[in-house]
Nanobody
Framework: QVHLVESGGGLVQAGGSLRLSCVASGRTSGAMAWFRQAPGKERENVAA????????YYRDSVKGRFTISRDNAKNTLYLQMNSLKPEDTAVYYC????????????????WGQGTQVTVSS
């Protein structure tokens, strides 16, 4: 069993930065990812990373602005978000999968409770 707890969300102006963290209790041997869900929209994969950090996925709209990383010694996943835009506003979720790398939400078995990110224009 893996328990995930996110932190680092908040209110920021457009162009600003936030760093999300996700601490896992229990070993996460597979991929981890950040998803987000805005009101009235489907949950979407923002970024994913394999255990070694050698295989990364980013959705097109965040490439060049967001960076996903993980510290396996600390069981912690990060998402550095720069140049934030109002369209980045959503609840951000951390997720863990037993697979090496995965994009779709149904490939992830464990989820955090989410942290709100709000970007004002």
């Amino acid at each position: 069993q893996v328990h995930l707890v996110e932190s680092g969300g908040g209110l920021v102006q457009a162009g600003g930065s936030l760093r999300l963290s996700c601490v896992a209790s229990g070993r996460t041997s597979g991929a981890m990812a950040w998803f987000r869900q805005a009101p009235g929209k489907e949950r979407e994969n923002v970024a994913a990373i394999n255990r070694l950090g050698s295989n990364l996925y980013y959705r097109d709209s965040v490439k060049g602005r967001f960076t996903i990383s993980r510290d396996n010694a600390k069981n912690t996943l990060y998402l550095q978000m720069n140049s934030l835009k109002p369209e980045d506003t959503a609840v951000y979720y951390c997720a863990a999968s037993p697979l090496t790398i995965a994009e779709l939400p149904d490939r992830y078995d464990y989820w955090g409770q989410g942290t709100q990110v709000t970007v004002s224009s």
